[in-house]
């Protein structure tokens, strides 16, 4: 190897992403973050995905203060996320001006590397996230989800990665998310793309089948620009290559290894450490799981479609849905299984099982997929299977976000006694129930008992607040608005009462 490849290391996201639900707290990143930021990484993944919906759903966080902390902590570093180009970090099509306004500020607030795929690598949900990234002066990495089927070959995604690059992208990304990229045809695709296009070629791989280092290295030996890592102790299973092995592997002799393996080994330490604190959300399996080859199941499809069978104390009957799943895929045009085709695949295969009929119930998500609202699919859909979800309605052939009206001024109007600034409104945009709940939490509203609100608007209204006692009494928080004002706000979205912000 003559030429020095770049590291990624996706430890802040795609590792705990796959290992322990999306759940670790910004609170456990930021006291290694300056250690991350010696290291020399090509950059850090650290936001995007399901992060944005774990934070504000689960962590009761504000993803976008963990954008920023991470970048004052991290000024060395290039931040980078994952963004599903229509989806952005949810699991519909939004209108283009809420993709653009996200990649705006998420730009402006620390975003270095926007890395962009759709589900059913249709270019057109990717343009608009594509050129909303360049306008900013971001690394731009357009992305394609490796998968395999009749219809998918090394010459189709030579053409994706053709037309990505047409569309002004700064680098191509293979995404290898279920693992499932034999060494062999990693190492030919790379040589092919190489031959048709200018930019450098970052691989994303996981170890879900015990593949990926070797399928690492043949990418390397292929030409192959970028590679992605996890530290050592988030590493593995349904996670990522270690990144001190594929560091040390790529050591020429007489030369010093590309990253400092010794601090390495202390960040490894420490993440071992904060793995132990999140040890209720592992899987209950960390080993290989050659299913994925068979099935084409990324580790977060496989636990999401144990808890639905758990849920419905059918958990012994994984097997059967495990074979279904591929049919349900085939008949639905070999989508490549990841958010969000991965959920909508494995639940209709899971209802097939559990109801003892294939598609004796259709989701709306599989209707909508079957429309084309996703996108267009690789392969035609199973006629049989389009009667049965849409009748005689015809899918659509054009670009989904063509039919969506805009929805940010919108979001500005429902989130106005919410929201502290254009972060908070795009939050709301993307995910509007769960943005309210976790403001109100933020803002101490759900913590005011129902029949306190009543006798604290009377004080309020009634008492010149500075002789009030009770509000002499209440604590005034920095960085927040005052109870006085909660009580109020609260008060005036029950009743319309309240005209403007407080």
Known sequence: MAKKIGITDTVLRDAHQSLLATRMKTEDMLPIAEKLDKVGYWSVEMWGGATFDSCLRFLKEDPWERLKKLKQSMPHTKMQMLLRGQNVVGYRHYPDDVVEAFVDHAHSNGIDVFRIFDALNDVRNMETAIKAAKT??????GSFCFTTSPVHTIQMFVKLAKDLE?????????KDMAGILPPDVAYHMV????????????LHTHCTSGMAVATTLKAVEAGVDLVDTAISSLSMGTSHPPTETIVAMLKQPGESAMLDLALLTQIADYFRDVRRKYREFEMDYFVVDTNSLAFQI???????????????NALNRMPEVLEEVPKVRAELGYPPLVTPTSQIVGTQAALNVLLGERYKMIPMETKNLVRGLYGKSAAPIDPEVKKKAIGDEEPIESRPADL?????????????????????????ALF????????????????????????LVVALFHTPAPQNPIQSAMPQTAGRASPWKLVARQEGIRHGRTGGRL
């Open 166 to 174: 047409a569309l002004d992208c700064d680098s191509i990304c293979i």
């Open 136 to 141: 900013t002066g971001a690394h731009v990495e």
């Open 298 to 312: 990324p580790g977060g499809m496989l636990s999401n479609l144990s808890k639905q069978l758990k849920d419905q």
């Open 404 to 428: 969506l009206q805009p929805e940010l001024e919108k979001a500005k109007v429902d989130s106005a006694l919410m929201a502290r600034g254009m972060e908070d409104v795009i939050s709301w």
């Open 191 to 202: 040589r092919e793309l190489k031959e048709n296009i200018s930019i450098p070629i970052h």
């Open 432 to 455: 509007p129930q769960v943005a309210k709940e976790y403001f109100e939490e933020r803002d101490g509203l759900r913590a005011i008992p129902e029949e306190s609100i009543a006798a």
